[in-house]
Nanobody
Framework: QVRLVESGGGVVQAGGSLKLSCADSGRTRSTFHGGWFRQAPGKEREFVAAISWSGENTFYGDSVKGRFTISRDNSKNTWSLQMNNLKPEDTAVYYC??????????????WGKGTLVTVSS
């Protein structure tokens, strides 16, 4: 059973950095792709980043390219999102996601409960 748990959200000033982590605590070993979506107040959910189960392939939304980096540690069944040069428009609830097939960037099957990131100007 997949159970995704996010950590690392908080408040940071514009230009600062924050690292989010996601753990699939429901299984001992994940062969699923991992990713992140976000949803800002009054806006639709937006794809942020994804990483293949092997870690060989990464994907990013246009608004975060060059600033965010996704990585994973399969020995711990976790993946992380390093966010640098944060902007106020990055303020959102960030959701960890997971998918066994090819929908990790569009409609992932599994979702965490979300963690709030607030970037102050």
């Amino acid at each position: 059973q997949v159970r995704l748990v996010e950590s690392g959200g908080g408040v940071v000033q514009a230009g600062g950095s924050l690292k989010l982590s996601c753990a699939d605590s429901g299984r001992t070993r994940s062969t699923f792709h991992g990713g992140w979506f976000r949803q800002a107040p009054g806006k639709e959910r937006e794809f942020v980043a994804a990483i293949s189960w092997s870690g060989e392939n990464t994907f990013y939304g246009d608004s975060v390219k060059g600033r965010f980096t996704i990585s994973r540690d399969n020995s711990k069944n976790t993946w992380s999102l390093q966010m640098n040069n944060l902007k106020p428009e990055d303020t959102a609830v960030y959701y960890c996601t997971s998918d066994p097939d090819g929908k990790i960037t569009s409609a992932p099957r599994y979702w965490g409960k979300g963690t709030l990131v607030t970037v102050s100007s």
